[in-house]
Protein backbone atom coordinates (compact mmCIF):
# COMPACT_ATOMS: atom_id res chain seq x y z
CA UNK A 1 0.00 0.00 0.00
CA UNK A 2 0.91 3.63 -0.73
CA UNK A 3 2.09 5.51 2.44
CA UNK A 4 -0.21 7.92 2.55
CA UNK A 5 -1.36 10.47 5.28
CA UNK A 6 -4.73 10.24 7.01
CA UNK A 7 -5.55 13.75 7.63
CA UNK A 8 -7.95 14.86 10.36
CA UNK A 9 -11.19 15.93 9.16
CA UNK A 10 -10.30 19.44 7.46
CA UNK A 11 -13.86 20.98 7.29
CA UNK A 12 -14.68 24.03 5.33
CA UNK A 13 -15.09 27.29 7.16
CA UNK A 14 -17.39 29.62 6.05
CA UNK A 15 -17.12 32.91 8.00
CA UNK A 16 -20.67 34.61 8.66
CA UNK A 17 -21.65 37.38 10.25
CA UNK A 18 -21.72 35.91 13.66
CA UNK A 19 -18.78 33.78 13.60
CA UNK A 20 -17.35 30.61 11.81
CA UNK A 21 -19.79 28.09 10.14
CA UNK A 22 -18.59 23.98 9.24
CA UNK A 23 -20.19 22.18 6.80
CA UNK A 24 -21.37 18.44 6.98
CA UNK A 25 -22.06 16.25 4.31
CA UNK A 26 -23.32 12.76 3.25
CA UNK A 27 -23.45 10.94 -0.08
CA UNK A 28 -26.04 9.05 -1.55
CA UNK A 29 -24.74 7.59 -5.12
CA UNK A 30 -27.17 5.74 -7.04
CA UNK A 31 -24.61 3.70 -9.81
CA UNK A 32 -26.65 1.73 -12.53
CA UNK A 33 -25.49 -1.78 -12.57
CA UNK A 34 -23.37 -2.59 -15.64
CA UNK A 35 -25.16 -5.52 -16.76
CA UNK A 36 -27.31 -6.43 -20.10
CA UNK A 37 -30.36 -7.72 -18.39
CA UNK A 38 -32.43 -5.85 -15.87
CA UNK A 39 -32.79 -6.87 -12.04
CA UNK A 40 -35.98 -8.82 -11.98
CA UNK A 41 -36.56 -9.22 -15.82
CA UNK A 42 -34.87 -10.59 -18.93
CA UNK A 43 -35.00 -7.19 -20.72
CA UNK A 44 -32.38 -5.10 -22.12
CA UNK A 45 -30.72 -2.14 -21.08
CA UNK A 46 -29.40 -0.85 -23.59
CA UNK A 47 -29.15 3.26 -23.68
CA UNK A 48 -30.52 4.81 -26.89
CA UNK A 49 -32.89 2.38 -27.81
CA UNK A 50 -36.04 2.95 -29.31
CA UNK A 51 -38.76 4.33 -26.54
CA UNK A 52 -40.60 1.97 -24.94
CA UNK A 53 -38.66 -1.48 -26.46
CA UNK A 54 -36.67 -2.77 -23.67
CA UNK A 55 -39.60 -3.81 -21.40
CA UNK A 56 -41.06 -6.80 -19.94
CA UNK A 57 -44.37 -7.53 -18.91
CA UNK A 58 -43.17 -7.29 -15.47
CA UNK A 59 -41.33 -3.99 -15.86
CA UNK A 60 -45.03 -3.04 -17.18
CA UNK A 61 -46.24 -4.27 -14.17
CA UNK A 62 -48.83 -6.60 -16.17
CA UNK A 63 -51.28 -8.41 -13.56
CA UNK A 64 -49.98 -11.37 -12.59
CA UNK A 65 -46.41 -11.10 -14.00
CA UNK A 66 -43.51 -12.20 -11.23
CA UNK A 67 -40.34 -10.40 -10.40
CA UNK A 68 -37.06 -13.36 -11.14
CA UNK A 69 -34.16 -11.80 -9.48
CA UNK A 70 -31.11 -11.76 -11.99
CA UNK A 71 -28.16 -13.24 -10.15
CA UNK A 72 -25.77 -11.45 -12.39
CA UNK A 73 -26.58 -7.97 -10.45
CA UNK A 74 -26.48 -9.65 -6.87
CA UNK A 75 -23.22 -10.33 -8.10
CA UNK A 76 -22.17 -6.81 -9.44
CA UNK A 77 -23.30 -5.46 -5.95
CA UNK A 78 -21.38 -8.33 -3.90
CA UNK A 79 -17.87 -7.53 -5.93
CA UNK A 80 -18.88 -3.97 -5.32
CA UNK A 81 -18.88 -4.26 -1.65
CA UNK A 82 -15.52 -6.27 -1.72
CA UNK A 83 -14.25 -3.34 -3.52
CA UNK A 84 -15.06 -1.58 -1.03
CA UNK A 85 -13.84 -3.51 1.74
CA UNK A 86 -17.36 -3.70 2.24
CA UNK A 87 -19.65 -6.50 5.05
CA UNK A 88 -21.27 -8.74 2.75
CA UNK A 89 -24.39 -9.56 4.35
CA UNK A 90 -25.30 -13.35 2.81
CA UNK A 91 -29.18 -12.83 3.83
CA UNK A 92 -30.70 -9.42 2.71
CA UNK A 93 -34.04 -8.77 1.33
CA UNK A 94 -36.26 -6.17 -0.92
CA UNK A 95 -39.32 -4.36 0.21
CA UNK A 96 -41.62 -1.53 -1.45
CA UNK A 97 -41.15 1.42 -1.41
CA UNK A 98 -44.75 2.84 -2.45
CA UNK A 99 -45.62 6.04 -4.22
CA UNK A 100 -47.39 7.36 -7.82
CA UNK A 101 -45.72 8.64 -10.35
CA UNK A 102 -46.63 7.88 -14.20
CA UNK A 103 -43.14 6.48 -15.30
CA UNK A 104 -43.38 4.20 -12.36
CA UNK A 105 -46.06 1.40 -13.46
CA UNK A 106 -46.17 -0.88 -10.50
CA UNK A 107 -47.14 1.94 -8.01
CA UNK A 108 -43.91 1.01 -5.86
CA UNK A 109 -40.44 0.51 -6.31
CA UNK A 110 -38.08 -2.78 -4.79
CA UNK A 111 -35.77 -1.59 -2.95
CA UNK A 112 -34.19 -2.93 0.33
CA UNK A 113 -34.60 -0.69 3.35
CA UNK A 114 -34.67 -2.98 6.10
CA UNK A 115 -31.45 -5.38 5.02
CA UNK A 116 -29.42 -4.09 2.60
CA UNK A 117 -26.79 -6.43 0.79
CA UNK A 118 -23.68 -4.57 1.65
CA UNK A 119 -22.96 -2.93 5.00
CA UNK A 120 -19.94 -0.47 6.30
CA UNK A 121 -17.52 -0.02 3.96
CA UNK A 122 -14.72 2.67 3.07
CA UNK A 123 -13.51 5.13 0.09
CA UNK A 124 -10.04 6.75 0.75
CA UNK A 125 -10.68 9.75 -0.83
CA UNK A 126 -7.41 11.19 -2.40
CA UNK A 127 -6.77 14.88 -1.74
CA UNK A 128 -3.25 15.69 -3.20
CA UNK A 129 -0.20 13.87 -3.71
CA UNK A 130 0.37 11.73 -0.17
CA UNK A 131 -2.92 13.08 1.31
CA UNK A 132 -5.85 11.01 1.56
CA UNK A 133 -9.29 11.32 4.18
CA UNK A 134 -11.22 8.12 4.94
CA UNK A 135 -15.11 8.25 4.17
CA UNK A 136 -17.24 5.49 5.41
CA UNK A 137 -19.80 4.24 3.57
CA UNK A 138 -23.04 2.85 5.25
CA UNK A 139 -24.54 0.72 3.30
CA UNK A 140 -25.22 -0.68 -0.37
CA UNK A 141 -28.55 -1.62 -1.18
CA UNK A 142 -30.13 -2.96 -4.92
CA UNK A 143 -32.83 -1.22 -6.02
CA UNK A 144 -34.86 -1.16 -9.38
CA UNK A 145 -34.42 2.22 -11.53
CA UNK A 146 -37.95 4.24 -12.48
CA UNK A 147 -38.95 5.27 -16.15
CA UNK A 148 -38.57 8.50 -17.91
CA UNK A 149 -41.55 10.80 -17.82
CA UNK A 150 -40.81 13.31 -21.10
CA UNK A 151 -42.56 16.62 -20.89
CA UNK A 152 -40.77 18.99 -23.96
CA UNK A 153 -41.94 16.84 -26.87
CA UNK A 154 -45.04 18.35 -26.94
CA UNK A 155 -46.85 21.34 -25.84
CA UNK A 156 -50.06 19.62 -24.43
CA UNK A 157 -48.81 15.85 -23.89
CA UNK A 158 -46.47 14.44 -21.55
CA UNK A 159 -45.04 11.11 -22.69
CA UNK A 160 -43.60 7.82 -20.87
CA UNK A 161 -39.86 5.65 -21.77
CA UNK A 162 -40.52 2.83 -20.27
CA UNK A 163 -36.79 1.59 -20.99
CA UNK A 164 -35.58 2.45 -17.82
CA UNK A 165 -37.91 0.57 -15.36
CA UNK A 166 -36.65 -1.53 -13.50
CA UNK A 167 -32.78 -1.28 -14.38
CA UNK A 168 -31.12 -2.23 -11.47
CA UNK A 169 -29.18 0.24 -9.17
CA UNK A 170 -26.94 0.50 -6.50
CA UNK A 171 -27.59 3.26 -3.83
CA UNK A 172 -24.38 3.63 -1.98
CA UNK A 173 -24.94 5.73 0.90
CA UNK A 174 -21.93 7.58 2.60
CA UNK A 175 -21.81 8.45 6.44
CA UNK A 176 -21.94 12.52 7.11
CA UNK A 177 -17.80 12.22 7.12
CA UNK A 178 -17.18 14.93 3.94
CA UNK A 179 -16.30 18.16 5.40
CA UNK A 180 -16.32 20.27 2.24
CA UNK A 181 -17.30 20.64 -1.70
CA UNK A 182 -13.77 19.31 -3.02
CA UNK A 183 -13.98 16.36 -0.44
CA UNK A 184 -17.19 15.49 -1.74
CA UNK A 185 -16.44 16.06 -5.62
CA UNK A 186 -13.20 13.70 -4.55
CA UNK A 187 -15.28 11.03 -2.82
CA UNK A 188 -17.72 10.63 -6.41
CA UNK A 189 -14.11 10.81 -8.72
CA UNK A 190 -12.85 8.08 -6.36
CA UNK A 191 -16.02 5.74 -6.11
CA UNK A 192 -16.48 6.54 -9.69
CA UNK A 193 -12.75 4.78 -10.36
CA UNK A 194 -13.25 2.10 -7.98
CA UNK A 195 -16.84 1.23 -9.81
CA UNK A 196 -14.98 1.19 -13.57
CA UNK A 197 -12.18 -0.94 -12.40
CA UNK A 198 -14.13 -3.23 -11.36
CA UNK A 199 -16.39 -3.66 -14.07
CA UNK A 200 -19.59 -2.67 -12.00
CA UNK A 201 -20.87 0.42 -13.49
CA UNK A 202 -19.74 2.39 -16.61
CA UNK A 203 -19.75 5.55 -14.40
CA UNK A 204 -21.24 7.76 -17.47
CA UNK A 205 -22.37 10.73 -15.73
CA UNK A 206 -23.58 12.61 -19.10
CA UNK A 207 -26.47 9.46 -19.40
CA UNK A 208 -27.07 9.65 -15.86
CA UNK A 209 -25.65 6.00 -14.99
CA UNK A 210 -23.94 7.63 -11.91
CA UNK A 211 -25.93 10.76 -9.54
CA UNK A 212 -25.60 11.69 -6.58
CA UNK A 213 -28.02 12.90 -3.81
CA UNK A 214 -26.03 15.80 -1.34
CA UNK A 215 -26.94 16.08 1.73
CA UNK A 216 -25.72 19.30 3.33
CA UNK A 217 -26.16 20.79 6.99
CA UNK A 218 -23.83 23.41 9.16
CA UNK A 219 -22.97 23.21 12.16
CA UNK A 220 -20.74 25.73 14.83
CA UNK A 221 -17.18 24.67 15.47
CA UNK A 222 -16.94 21.88 17.86
CA UNK A 223 -20.59 20.51 16.79
CA UNK A 224 -19.32 17.96 15.16
CA UNK A 225 -16.51 16.42 16.93
CA UNK A 226 -19.81 16.01 19.72
CA UNK A 227 -21.58 14.15 16.94
CA UNK A 228 -18.71 12.15 16.54
CA UNK A 229 -17.94 11.16 20.44
CA UNK A 230 -22.18 10.33 20.89
CA UNK A 231 -23.55 9.54 17.73
CA UNK A 232 -26.23 11.59 18.33
CA UNK A 233 -27.22 13.33 15.36
CA UNK A 234 -28.90 16.49 17.16
CA UNK A 235 -25.73 18.21 17.47
CA UNK A 236 -25.72 18.37 13.18
CA UNK A 237 -27.65 21.04 11.71
CA UNK A 238 -30.92 19.94 9.63
CA UNK A 239 -29.87 18.62 6.53
CA UNK A 240 -31.45 19.36 2.98
CA UNK A 241 -30.91 16.89 -0.04
CA UNK A 242 -29.95 18.12 -3.45
CA UNK A 243 -31.14 15.33 -5.70
CA UNK A 244 -29.53 14.24 -8.76
CA UNK A 245 -25.92 15.54 -9.68
CA UNK A 246 -24.16 14.91 -12.33
CA UNK A 247 -21.14 16.63 -12.79
CA UNK A 248 -18.20 16.86 -10.13
CA UNK A 249 -18.35 20.79 -11.20
CA UNK A 250 -21.87 21.24 -10.10
CA UNK A 251 -21.76 19.45 -7.10
CA UNK A 252 -19.38 21.49 -5.39
CA UNK A 253 -21.12 24.84 -6.57
CA UNK A 254 -24.41 23.34 -5.48
CA UNK A 255 -22.89 22.74 -2.09
CA UNK A 256 -20.89 26.01 -1.30
CA UNK A 257 -24.44 27.81 -2.60
CA UNK A 258 -26.71 25.29 -0.30
CA UNK A 259 -24.39 26.02 2.67
CA UNK A 260 -24.16 29.50 2.29
CA UNK A 261 -28.00 29.82 1.89
CA UNK A 262 -28.30 28.07 5.11
CA UNK A 263 -26.33 30.18 7.33
CA UNK A 264 -27.84 33.04 6.00
CA UNK A 265 -31.04 31.74 7.40
CA UNK A 266 -29.47 30.79 10.67
CA UNK A 267 -28.30 34.11 11.04
CA UNK A 268 -31.31 35.85 10.48
CA UNK A 269 -32.58 33.74 13.59
CA UNK A 270 -34.63 31.11 11.09
CA UNK A 271 -34.02 27.71 10.78
CA UNK A 272 -33.25 24.98 8.36
CA UNK A 273 -36.84 23.44 6.77
CA UNK A 274 -35.72 19.77 6.01
CA UNK A 275 -36.36 19.30 1.93
CA UNK A 276 -35.23 18.11 -0.99
CA UNK A 277 -33.59 20.82 -3.11
CA UNK A 278 -32.47 20.99 -6.93
CA UNK A 279 -29.60 22.53 -8.62
CA UNK A 280 -30.38 25.31 -11.15
CA UNK A 281 -26.49 25.28 -13.41
CA UNK A 282 -28.33 28.00 -14.97
CA UNK A 283 -28.78 30.14 -12.05
CA UNK A 284 -25.72 28.70 -9.63
CA UNK A 285 -28.71 27.66 -6.89
CA UNK A 286 -30.20 25.32 -5.38
CA UNK A 287 -34.28 25.40 -5.20
CA UNK A 288 -36.88 24.01 -2.96
CA UNK A 289 -38.48 20.58 -4.76
CA UNK A 290 -40.37 19.01 -1.90
CA UNK A 291 -40.67 18.83 1.76
CA UNK A 292 -38.25 15.70 2.92
CA UNK A 293 -40.81 12.83 3.40
CA UNK A 294 -39.74 10.12 5.76
CA UNK A 295 -39.37 6.71 5.53
CA UNK A 296 -43.49 5.99 7.18
CA UNK A 297 -44.57 8.08 3.73
CA UNK A 298 -43.97 5.48 1.57
CA UNK A 299 -45.32 1.93 3.68
CA UNK A 300 -42.14 0.56 2.98
CA UNK A 301 -43.12 -3.86 3.39
CA UNK A 302 -41.40 -6.74 2.62
CA UNK A 303 -41.82 -7.30 -1.07
CA UNK A 304 -44.58 -10.73 -0.98
CA UNK A 305 -42.95 -11.90 -4.05
CA UNK A 306 -39.30 -12.17 -3.11
CA UNK A 307 -38.21 -14.55 -0.97
CA UNK A 308 -35.28 -13.20 1.71
CA UNK A 309 -31.94 -13.40 -0.67
CA UNK A 310 -29.45 -15.64 0.80
CA UNK A 311 -26.33 -16.09 -0.55
CA UNK A 312 -23.27 -18.67 0.42
CA UNK A 313 -20.23 -17.59 1.72
CA UNK A 314 -18.49 -19.61 -1.25
CA UNK A 315 -19.97 -17.84 -3.78
CA UNK A 316 -18.57 -14.49 -2.36
CA UNK A 317 -14.91 -16.11 -1.78
CA UNK A 318 -15.31 -16.94 -5.26
CA UNK A 319 -15.99 -13.16 -6.26
CA UNK A 320 -13.62 -12.18 -4.32
CA UNK A 321 -10.74 -14.62 -5.31
CA UNK A 322 -11.87 -12.94 -9.29
CA UNK A 323 -11.16 -9.74 -8.31
CA UNK A 324 -9.12 -7.31 -10.26
CA UNK A 325 -6.20 -4.90 -9.07
CA UNK A 326 -7.92 -1.72 -7.34
CA UNK A 327 -6.88 2.11 -8.12
CA UNK A 328 -5.00 2.61 -4.81
CA UNK A 329 -2.72 -0.92 -5.35
CA UNK A 330 -2.03 -0.46 -9.03
CA UNK A 331 -0.66 3.11 -8.22
CA UNK A 332 1.26 1.91 -4.89
CA UNK A 333 2.76 -1.33 -7.44
CA UNK A 334 4.08 1.73 -9.91
CA UNK A 335 5.40 3.84 -7.46
CA UNK A 336 7.12 0.41 -5.66
CA UNK A 337 7.79 -1.39 -8.91
CA UNK A 338 8.94 0.87 -11.76
CA UNK A 339 9.88 3.90 -9.47
CA UNK A 340 7.39 6.25 -10.66
CA UNK A 341 6.87 9.08 -8.65
CA UNK A 342 3.27 9.50 -6.89
CA UNK A 343 1.60 11.79 -9.38
CA UNK A 344 2.36 10.18 -12.47
CA UNK A 345 1.06 7.01 -10.97
CA UNK A 346 -2.23 8.79 -10.33
CA UNK A 347 -2.45 10.17 -13.31
CA UNK A 348 -1.84 6.40 -15.34
CA UNK A 349 -3.78 4.69 -12.85
CA UNK A 350 -6.84 7.50 -13.20
CA UNK A 351 -8.84 5.34 -15.49
CA UNK A 352 -8.32 1.63 -16.12
CA UNK A 353 -8.23 1.84 -19.55
CA UNK A 354 -5.28 4.38 -19.38
CA UNK A 355 -3.62 2.35 -16.65
CA UNK A 356 -3.97 -1.22 -19.04
CA UNK A 357 -2.28 1.15 -22.27
CA UNK A 358 0.62 1.95 -20.03
CA UNK A 359 1.15 -1.52 -18.94
CA UNK A 360 1.30 -2.48 -22.22
CA UNK A 361 4.23 0.09 -23.19
CA UNK A 362 6.08 -0.08 -19.87
CA UNK A 363 5.94 -4.17 -20.24
CA UNK A 364 9.74 -5.05 -20.59
CA UNK A 365 10.99 -1.49 -20.72
CA UNK A 366 12.10 1.41 -18.59
CA UNK A 367 9.04 2.17 -16.30
CA UNK A 368 9.78 6.01 -16.30
CA UNK A 369 10.97 6.43 -19.68
CA UNK A 370 7.39 4.56 -20.64
CA UNK A 371 5.42 6.85 -18.04
CA UNK A 372 7.24 10.18 -19.83
CA UNK A 373 6.01 9.06 -23.31
CA UNK A 374 2.60 8.09 -21.98
CA UNK A 375 2.05 11.39 -20.40
CA UNK A 376 4.09 13.94 -22.24
CA UNK A 377 3.85 13.12 -25.40
CA UNK A 378 0.54 10.41 -25.89
CA UNK A 379 -2.09 11.68 -23.46
CA UNK A 380 -0.63 15.42 -24.46
CA UNK A 381 -1.58 15.29 -28.00
CA UNK A 382 -4.94 12.91 -27.01
CA UNK A 383 -6.30 16.04 -24.57
CA UNK A 384 -4.99 18.17 -27.69
CA UNK A 385 -7.56 16.44 -30.25
CA UNK A 386 -10.28 15.20 -28.02
CA UNK A 387 -9.30 11.63 -28.12
CA UNK A 388 -9.14 8.96 -25.90
CA UNK A 389 -6.46 5.91 -25.77
CA UNK A 390 -9.55 3.74 -26.96
CA UNK A 391 -9.33 6.33 -30.03
CA UNK A 392 -5.50 6.53 -29.92
CA UNK A 393 -4.09 6.70 -33.62
CA UNK A 394 -0.74 5.30 -31.92
CA UNK A 395 -1.32 1.14 -30.30
CA UNK A 396 0.55 0.72 -26.98
CA UNK A 397 3.08 -1.71 -29.31
CA UNK A 398 3.76 1.33 -31.58
CA UNK A 399 4.80 3.62 -28.46
CA UNK A 400 6.81 0.49 -26.77
CA UNK A 401 8.59 0.24 -30.56
CA UNK A 402 9.61 4.01 -30.15
CA UNK A 403 11.05 3.67 -27.12
CA UNK A 404 12.95 1.02 -27.84
CA UNK A 405 14.65 2.54 -30.53
CA UNK A 406 15.31 5.73 -28.29
CA UNK A 407 16.55 2.92 -25.48
CA UNK A 408 19.19 0.99 -28.29
CA UNK A 409 20.62 4.33 -29.22
CA UNK A 410 18.98 3.86 -32.79
CA UNK A 411 17.38 7.24 -32.34
CA UNK A 412 17.61 10.49 -30.63
CA UNK A 413 15.30 11.58 -28.45
CA UNK A 414 14.44 14.60 -30.86
CA UNK A 415 14.28 12.24 -34.00
CA UNK A 416 12.00 10.16 -31.64
CA UNK A 417 8.66 13.14 -31.86
CA UNK A 418 9.43 13.39 -35.48
CA UNK A 419 9.22 9.90 -35.50
CA UNK A 420 6.10 10.12 -32.96
CA UNK A 421 4.26 12.55 -35.47
CA UNK A 422 4.83 10.08 -38.43
CA UNK A 423 3.51 7.23 -36.62
CA UNK A 424 0.15 9.66 -35.25
CA UNK A 425 -0.56 10.69 -38.77
CA UNK A 426 0.90 8.10 -40.97
CA UNK A 427 0.83 4.70 -38.65
CA UNK A 428 3.42 1.95 -39.46
CA UNK A 429 6.14 -0.06 -37.77
CA UNK A 430 8.69 2.17 -35.98
CA UNK A 431 11.59 0.46 -36.73
CA UNK A 432 10.85 0.13 -40.25
CA UNK A 433 10.06 4.20 -41.17
CA UNK A 434 13.75 4.57 -38.83
CA UNK A 435 15.08 2.13 -41.44
CA UNK A 436 13.41 3.20 -44.73
CA UNK A 437 13.36 7.40 -43.98
CA UNK A 438 16.92 6.97 -42.86
CA UNK A 439 16.24 8.30 -39.77
CA UNK A 440 18.78 6.32 -37.46
CA UNK A 441 20.88 8.22 -35.45
CA UNK A 442 24.56 8.51 -36.59
CA UNK A 443 26.99 6.74 -33.67
CA UNK A 444 29.42 6.54 -36.20
CA UNK A 445 32.10 8.31 -34.79
CA UNK A 446 34.14 8.71 -37.74
CA UNK A 447 31.50 10.31 -39.44
CA UNK A 448 30.74 12.53 -36.37
CA UNK A 449 34.55 13.57 -36.20
CA UNK A 450 34.73 14.47 -40.30
CA UNK A 451 31.68 16.67 -39.19
CA UNK A 452 33.23 18.15 -36.43
CA UNK A 453 36.36 19.03 -38.25
CA UNK A 454 34.18 20.77 -41.29
CA UNK A 455 32.73 23.02 -38.60
CA UNK A 456 35.84 24.08 -36.93
CA UNK A 457 37.93 24.33 -39.72
CA UNK A 458 34.77 26.96 -41.98
CA UNK A 459 34.60 28.68 -37.94
CA UNK A 460 38.31 29.75 -37.07
CA UNK A 461 36.65 33.17 -34.77
CA UNK A 462 34.53 30.97 -33.00
CA UNK A 463 37.20 28.18 -32.41
CA UNK A 464 38.85 31.44 -30.88
CA UNK A 465 36.17 32.35 -28.65
CA UNK A 466 35.43 29.27 -27.31
CA UNK A 467 39.03 28.40 -26.45
CA UNK A 468 38.64 31.89 -24.17
CA UNK A 469 35.04 30.29 -22.97
CA UNK A 470 34.15 26.93 -23.11
CA UNK A 471 30.46 27.44 -22.43
CA UNK A 472 30.33 28.57 -26.14
CA UNK A 473 31.55 24.99 -27.21
CA UNK A 474 27.80 24.50 -27.24
CA UNK A 475 27.64 26.65 -30.46
CA UNK A 476 29.76 23.97 -32.15
CA UNK A 477 27.27 21.15 -31.29
CA UNK A 478 24.48 22.88 -32.25
CA UNK A 479 26.17 23.60 -35.77
CA UNK A 480 27.06 19.79 -35.64
CA UNK A 481 23.40 18.46 -35.15
CA UNK A 482 21.91 20.84 -37.70
CA UNK A 483 24.78 19.71 -40.10
CA UNK A 484 23.54 16.30 -39.75
CA UNK A 485 19.82 16.66 -39.81
CA UNK A 486 19.40 15.83 -35.53
CA UNK A 487 20.63 12.46 -36.60
CA UNK A 488 24.16 12.82 -34.81
CA UNK A 489 24.11 10.99 -30.81
CA UNK A 490 24.31 14.31 -29.10
CA UNK A 491 26.15 12.75 -26.10
CA UNK A 492 28.80 11.69 -29.00
CA UNK A 493 29.16 15.10 -30.72
CA UNK A 494 29.26 17.06 -27.26
CA UNK A 495 32.74 14.93 -26.69
CA UNK A 496 33.84 14.85 -29.63
CA UNK A 497 33.82 19.14 -29.70
CA UNK A 498 35.49 19.09 -26.07
CA UNK A 499 38.29 16.99 -27.44
CA UNK A 500 38.79 18.89 -31.08
CA UNK A 501 38.97 22.09 -29.18
CA UNK A 502 40.61 20.67 -26.71
CA UNK A 503 38.99 22.30 -23.84
P1 LIG B 1 -32.79 9.22 4.37
O1 LIG B 1 -32.94 7.76 4.13
O2 LIG B 1 -33.93 9.84 5.06
O3 LIG B 1 -32.36 9.95 3.14
P2 LIG B 1 -30.34 8.59 5.71
O4 LIG B 1 -30.17 8.37 7.13
O5 LIG B 1 -30.28 7.42 4.78
O6 LIG B 1 -31.64 9.41 5.46
O7 LIG B 1 -29.21 9.61 5.29
C1 LIG B 1 -29.07 10.01 4.01
C2 LIG B 1 -27.71 10.67 3.84
O8 LIG B 1 -27.68 11.88 4.57
C3 LIG B 1 -26.55 9.85 4.34
O9 LIG B 1 -25.52 9.93 3.37
C4 LIG B 1 -26.14 10.55 5.62
O10 LIG B 1 -24.75 10.46 5.83
C5 LIG B 1 -26.50 11.98 5.33
N1 LIG B 1 -26.78 12.79 6.52
C6 LIG B 1 -27.50 12.45 7.60
N2 LIG B 1 -27.55 13.47 8.47
C7 LIG B 1 -26.86 14.51 7.92
C8 LIG B 1 -26.57 15.85 8.34
N3 LIG B 1 -27.00 16.35 9.48
N4 LIG B 1 -25.82 16.61 7.50
C9 LIG B 1 -25.39 16.13 6.34
N5 LIG B 1 -25.62 14.89 5.90
C10 LIG B 1 -26.36 14.08 6.67
MG1 LIG C 1 -31.82 7.74 1.84
Keep these: MLDLTFTAPQPKVIQGAQGDWELVIGLEVHAQV ?4 KLFSGASTRFGSEPNSNVAFVDAAMPGMLPVINEFCVAQAVRTG ?7 NLRSAFDRKNYFYPDLPQGYQISQLYHPIVGEGEIIVDMGP ?8 ERIHLEQDAGKSIHDMDPTMSF ?30 KLRQILRYLGTCDGNMQNGNLRADVNVSVCKPGDYERFQETGDFGHLGTRCEIKNMNSMRFIQAAIDYEARRQIAILEDGGSIVQETRLYDPDKGETRSMRSK ?6 RYFPDPDLLPLEIEQAWVDDIAASMPELPDEK ?37 KMAANWVINELFGRLNKEGLSVATSPVSAAQLGGVIDLIASDAISGKIAKDLFEI ?7 PARIVEDRGMKQVTDLGAIEAAVDQIIADNPAQVEKARANPKLAGWF ?27
Design 423 to 429: LWTEGGD
Design 293 to 298: EEAHDY
Design 160 to 189: VDLNRTGVALMEIVSRPDIRGPEEAAAYVV
Design 130 to 137: GIARRVRV
Design 82 to 88: LGLKAEI
Design 34 to 37: ASNA
Design 331 to 367: KARFVRDMGLSEYDAGVLTAEVENADYFEAVASGRDG
Design 477 to 503: VGQVLKATGGKANPAAVNEMVARKLAL
